[in-house]
């Protein structure tokens, strides 16, 4: 299983930048909206998360998985894969051919997954996306939603496993 995340929007809510004090302000996650993402992802540890975010061109994955958690920056597998996006007809679901392609490269092609993102354009209209208010961030209603979803997703699994 796992979880796609976009970072601006989610973990970065716009209130932040309304809020904020300089730019070193703007390199923190939001505490709340961070604590409210690591705390499912400790209800669920067989949960993996892949970045899925323009952070990946400013910043490395060291860098990323900083700003969480020991036991959730453990879990971060990477960054999806920046594609070719010239052609925005063949890319026009962009972050949901990212996602493919990562999960092409981890061997994990037939995997459940979940996106987060403050942006639901980005994946075609029948993709599982926990779609953020992108001022607030992480709240406790996607909180909610993405904790609904995963323990679904862990329901079905346990009855495939014992069918």
């Not at 604590?35 to 400790?42: A, Q, Y």
């Not at 999960?103 to 987060?116: M, R």
Request: hydrophobic share 40%; net charge negative; aromatic share 12%.
């Amino acid at each position: 299983m796992w979880v796609f995340l976009d970072i601006d929007g989610v973990l970065v809510p716009e209130k932040s930048f309304k809020n904020s004090m300089g730019s070193q302000n703007l390199l923190k996650f939001d505490p709340v909206c961070l604590e409210l993402f690591e705390n499912i992802l400790e209800e669920h540890p067989d949960v993996l998360v892949g970045i899925c975010s323009s952070w990946r061109d400013l910043f490395t994955l060291e860098m990323v998985r900083s700003f969480f958690s020991p036991n959730i920056a453990s879990r971060i597998a990477g960054f999806t894969p920046l594609l070719d996006s010239e052609n925005d007809e063949v890319y026009q679901y962009y972050r949901y051919q990212e996602v493919q392609e990562f999960l092409k490269i981890q061997n994990s092609s037939e995997d459940d997954w979940v996106a987060i993102d403050d942006n639901k354009d980005y994946y075609p209209s029948d993709t599982n996306v926990v779609v953020t208010d992108a001022y607030n961030g992480f709240d406790r209603n996607a909180a909610s939603i993405l904790k609904e979803y995963l323990s679904a997703l862990k329901t079905e699994n346990l009855a495939l496993c014992t069918a």
